[in-house]
């Protein structure tokens, strides 16, 4: 059974920075491209990170291009997201999946989603 668990989101000051972390279990993670998505309410989740299997590449939304960095640790089963300067228009719930589909458009794998993690950006 797929289970993804994310942790890590709190509230955080613009010049602060977040770890999030994804614990991953029920597949072989390093067999497959990650990624890390986020949604508002009323809007459709969005990918904002990718990283392929072994980690050699990495692909961000133009919003977080050069603030977000993803990694992973197949021999832990996890994957990360540290997100610095974060903006205001950053709060959302996280969530990670298992991505599939050509590098430039990847679709989420599995459609048991984890709880998220809430990501709010305040002052």
Known sequence: QVQLVESGGGLVQPEGRLRLSCAVSG?????YVMAWYRQTQGKDRELVA???SLGTSTRYADSVVGRYLISRDNAQNMV???????????TAVYYCNAAQGSWTQLVPKYDAWGQGTQVTVAS
């Open 27 to 31: 597949f072989t993670l390093e067999n």
């Open 80 to 90: 990360f997201l540290e997100i610095n300067l974060p903006k205001e228009e950053d």
């Open 50 to 52: 990718a990283i392929t």
